[in-house]
């Protein structure tokens, strides 16, 4: 053991290779330096336990790896080939390709953020997004926010703080990463009334609950689960009904921001913010980068009393929106203005592809990969939540593998990274969620992960 802690290359050794020398050249000698410590102190530890002394060369490969890895700008490109449309994990929707200009042009330089140029005065960062958000939905006025959780956080505070609101008890839900309808409501100072049972909620349940105390009922959409069988639940329009016949906001969680019909993709009915609009609802809370298809954001529609309450809300300056996400929820606003939403917004170019294209891509491929690939059919998602249950018919290639889960990991850990499934002991790629200029680069990782295993 001792020869093995002998035959270890120093410090030095390992600092003054030529490929660590490049490195030191990039980053910086303290930067390495730290970095080739801690690999020798790793390789004494596993000297310490019986292990072999790595030599230079392994140490030197061990570092540039580590160095390639640790310091890359993170979060990177990857290529989902999961068949998840909204995939949270992978960073929800991808962006138009007007919507990432509108964003790179106000990042590099300065931009006309809270400056009106017709009149040299200070002007209000949210005044495009509010403008168009008012034409799309029919609401009287808009503000967009940081997220939809800060969304409901700011409306919730700025609305029933010390205040009672009723919820049914079938929607006082998790919407996911620990974020409950009750905790939020706590946090904002509301009290939370639960009406009605798990299954069966009525308009009269609300009706029922409401007191001198009462600030607002809210609903929340249930985005990522579903309850079937023995239920009820008021709609919106009931709702709103109730709400303005006894003087009370109805606030809805919307979720998704769904501004299309969903029923022409053969999906479920996503709820849209122009029906809540429609249906007289007081506020409405939805995200930015679910099925609206543009950057993280909470969008907050509904009156403009309530609307401006919000805004001057003291936390307002702490859930705001910055210019880049602002400048791109623009862009992919005004898609929706044009008419143009399914050809140019990713996420609807995903939904609408045709089955004959799908199953075109997955030939290709394919037919470019030879012997272990095939194609076969298989079901997309929208995930994120929106449309909990609902699937897409699509075609996948499916690759033979003697270890279906290494020959996934060695692809997640390409380059570019491609993201896949095992599905009964193959992987498959689902060419719907891969845009369509990677395709060339799915296929040249696919084809070096192949050749490894
Ligand atoms: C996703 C979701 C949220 C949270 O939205 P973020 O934009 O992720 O903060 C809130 N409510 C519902 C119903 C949701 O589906």
């Known amino acids: 053991m001792t020869s093995e802690f002998r035959s270890l290359p120093s410090v030095n050794a390992v600092l003054s290779d030529w490929r660590v020398q490049k490195l030191v050249d990039e980053y910086s000698h303290g930067a390495m330096l730290e970095l080739v410590r801690a690999k020798l102190h790793d390789a004494r530890g596993v000297i310490a336990c019986g292990g072999e002394a790595p030599g230079l060369d392994d140490l030197v490969a061990d570092v540039a790896g580590d160095t390639a890895s640790l310091w890359r700008p993170r979060p990177s490109q990857v290529i989902n080939a999961t068949g998840v449309v909204l ?15 509108a964003a790179r042009l106000a990042a590099a330089g300065y931009a006309d953020l809270e400056l009106d140029l017709e009149t040299g005065r200070r002007g209000s960062r949210q005044a495009q997004v509010s403008r168009l958000l008012r034409q799309l939905t029919g609401a009287e006025a808009a503000v967009a926010v940081n997220n939809n959780a800060s969304a409901l956080l700011i409306g919730l505070s700025a609305v029933a703080s010390g205040k009672e609101v009723i919820v049914s008890r079938g929607e006082a839900i998790e919407i996911g990463g620990g ?6 409501m706590r946090q904002s100072g509301g009290a939370l009334v639960e009406v009605g049972t798990t299954n069966r909620t009525y308009a009269r349940d609300f009706e029922e609950a409401i007191t001198d105390d009462t600030a607002a009922i809210l609903s929340a959409h249930a985005s990522n689960f579903r309850v079937t069988g023995f239920t009820h639940s008021p709609t919106i329009d009931d709702l709103a009904e109730l709400g303005r016949r006894r003087g009370i906001p109805v606030l809805h969680d ?11 993709f053969g999906l479920a009915r996503e709820p849209r913010p122009q029906d809540s609009v429609a ?23 509904g009156g403009r009393s309530l609307v401006d309450t919000v805004s001057r809300h003291p936390l307002a300056r702490a859930v705001r929106i910055d210019k880049l996400s602002l400048a791109s929820l623009a862009a992919t606003l005004a898609h929706y203005l044009k008419g143009e939403a399914v050809e140019k917004i990713p996420v609807w170019r995903m939904i609408a592809e045709p089955r004959d294209s799908l199953r075109e891509r997955a ?7 030879g012997g272990g690939a095939a194609v ?5 998602t929208v995930g994120g939540g929106s449309l909990p249950g609902e699937t897409l018919p699509t075609s996948l290639l499916s690759l033979r593998a003697s270890n279906a889960a290494d020959l996934a990991s060695r692809l997640r850990r390409a380059s570019p990274p491609v993201i896949a499934r095992v599905k009964d002991a193959a992987v498959v790629l689902d060419p719907r969620t891969v845009l369509h200029d990677q395709d060339d680069a799915l296929l040249a990782v696919v084809r070096g992960c192949l050749a490894e295993g």
């Open 254 to 264: 919307l979720g998704s921001g769904c501004l299309l019909d969903t029923t022409q």
């Open 363 to 369: 030939s290709d491929w394919a037919a470019h990969l």
């Open 179 to 184: 974020f409950r309808i009750p905790d939020v």
């Open 87 to 101: 995939h949270t994990n992978l960073g929800r929707a991808p962006l138009s390709g007007e919507a990432v200009e």
């Open 279 to 301: 249906a007289g609802v007081s506020l409405s809370f939805f995200s930015g980068d679910k099925l609206l298809g543009g950057p993280q954001a909470g969008i907050i529609i």
């Open 376 to 380: 076969a059919e298989g079901l997309s």
